[in-house]
């Protein structure tokens, strides 16, 4: 079945430094692929989106490249905040599970002034 | 402005009390769902419906048990709560036209004693 393994955290970083956070599936079909946010006590949001191979999916500084060769989609934001302290989710919607996602286990960020 | 929207936020029951959690959408989506949220497990899938009357069971579904209604509601129920059910849980929904994005409600934090 469809999976998500994202790097484990947690992770802890100084303002303006780099952020990677790795992601890799397993899918059959064509997923498309997300990563979310959740801000504390808050639900999930919409970080980005690619929907096929080779997309990059940006938003707010943050950008996800869709590697199917590597099944990855890994996130990267060239210089953090302290705003973006939160859990991030990588997840997919499979070819084959019309509207439903696969989330991996999150990762939290903390970002120290 | 569309939204979603999950009552009670906060829930503590006793252990074998039948508890329900309401979600309701305001988007006029088709697809509904519920997750819980658990550290190290990431959002895990318990129930979800691609329309009225339609209700099928996800990765986790033992002990739950919904029903759809109408559009706009899915309610969750615990038939007989369980200390494994402390959780908080999420309601999402989505349809074809958002490209599967999924559109989260704030979360309800269940505590089971």
């Known amino acids: 079945g469809d999976s998500v393994t994202q790097m484990e955290g947690p992770v802890t970083l100084s303002e303006e430094a780099f952020l990677t956070i790795n992601c890799t599936y397993t899918?059959?079909?064509?997923?498309?692929l997300f990563w979310y946010v959740q801000y504390p006590g808050e639900g999930l949001q919409l970080l980005l989106k690619?929907?096929?191979?080779?997309d990059k999916g940006s938003n707010k500084g943050f950008e996800a490249t869709y590697r199917k060769e590597t099944t990855s989609f890994h996130l990267e934001k060239g210089s953090v905040q302290v705003s973006d302290s939160a859990v991030y989710f990588c997840?997919?919607?499979?070819?084959?599970?019309?509207?439903?996602?696969?989330f991996g286990q999150g990762t939290i960020l903390t970002v120290h002034p | 402005d569309a939204e979603i929207t999950q009552s009670p936020r906060h829930k503590i029951t006793e252990t074998g009390r039948q508890v329900t959690l309401a979600c309701h959408q305001t988007?006029?989506?088709?697809?509904m769902f519920w997750y819980r949220q658990d550290l190290g497990h990431g959002l895990r899938l318990i129930h979800y419906?691609?329309?009225?009357?339609?209700?099928n069971k996800g990765e986790v579904s033992d002990g739950y048990s919904v029903s759809r209604s109408n559009t706009e509601d899915l309610p969750l129920t615990l038939e007989s709560a369980a200390s494994s059910q402390t959780s908080v849980y999420f309601c999402?929904?989505?349809?074809?036209?958002?490209?599967?994005?999924?559109?989260f409600g704030p979360g309800t934090r269940l505590t089971v004693l």
């Open positions: 690619a929907t096929k191979a080779d």
């Open positions: 988007w006029n989506h088709n697809n």
């Open positions: 899918a059959t079909g064509y997923p498309s």
């Open positions: 999402a929904s989505s349809d074809r036209v958002a490209g599967g994005q999924q559109f």
């Open positions: 419906s691609y329309g009225v009357q339609d209700t």
């Open positions: 997840a997919l919607r499979g070819g084959t599970s019309y509207g439903k996602l696969t």
